[in-house]
């Protein structure tokens, strides 16, 4: 039986344009039993790219909050879809605010219903807030969760801190000074999604989603770093604060510049200091809590 997929995303950079590419080419080569939609929206006012400093940013409380922009109209060229591709990106440890706008909008939304979806990311290393919330914008659309992918930037979290922002703030994905490795999700990551877009396919074609997180799971398309999920878990009750805490205010510049230098110190003094109070009280003595956030963050429902 010939089926029907829509890969949705919005992108900046275009880093989640290729992993959709690379994670749809499989399907693509299956022929004539599959037809690929390949839809990259975009905002009405987009976000200049790359960033300064202070618009990069100015965006947290939108972020964190859920406040959706306007998107540019399209269109979708079928009434409904046997899988939906969901790209999305973290912004401040949220969805990001166009894909937040894009879950929201009525023409998704309308073949959402009922469908499976497939949610894949291309983050720096913390995404695993945005999909809490990305998952119940999900739910929310009576939409079917059957997978997920996360590819993120495999360096050491200090090094890849320092390299995303020559990326956003300069719009290269090169080496920062010639010392630093390239920034974001590494080409050979991204060409390595095919291998998960061939899992999709055989499900695809059976209609039967049963197992394919598992066998996902085993291709590496998501590995949890248990410091990251414990920093992470922290610092969105934070943002939170931080958000509802500046949006409130008439002149929200000073505040937010006083945000980023909290960032700086949350980041390099904050999170060793968490790190260890969990390792001294925590790590090692409740594995049952341990096992609960991990399903909190990665189950599918
Ligand atoms: C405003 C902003 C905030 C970001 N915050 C996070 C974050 O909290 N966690 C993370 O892993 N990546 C974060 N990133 C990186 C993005 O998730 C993404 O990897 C990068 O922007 C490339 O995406 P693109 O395909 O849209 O260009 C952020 C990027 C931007 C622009």
Known sequence: MHKKVLAIYYTQSGQLGEI???????LVEAGTSVSVEKVRVKLAKD?????????????????VLD???????FELKEPAYDLVILGYQAWFLSPSIPFNSLLQHPVLKAVLKNTPVIT???ARNMWLNAFVRVKKLIRATDAKLVGNIALVDTHPNPVSFVTIFHWML???KDRYLNIFPPPGVSA????????????????????NWNGLQDELDDKKAVVLNYNLMIIES????IFSAWANFISKRKNKSPWLKLFKYYLLIAFFVGAPIVLTIDAIFFRFFSP????AKKQYYLNLN
């Open 20 to 26: 959709i590419d690379n994670l749809t080419a499989p």
């Open 47 to 63: 976000y200049p790219f790359p960033w300064t400093a202070d618009r990069f940013f100015s965006v947290m409380p939108d972020c």
């Open 67 to 73: 406040v959706p922009a306007e998107l540019e109209s």
């Open 120 to 122: 894949v990311t291309g």
């Open 170 to 172: 300069h719009g290269k």
């Open 188 to 207: 050979a990551d991204i060409a390595h999604t095919k291998v998960f877009g061939e899992s999709v396919l055989t499900h695809l074609e059976t209609g």
């Open 234 to 237: 922290v610092a969105g009750k």
């Open 288 to 291: 049952k809590r341990i096992r």
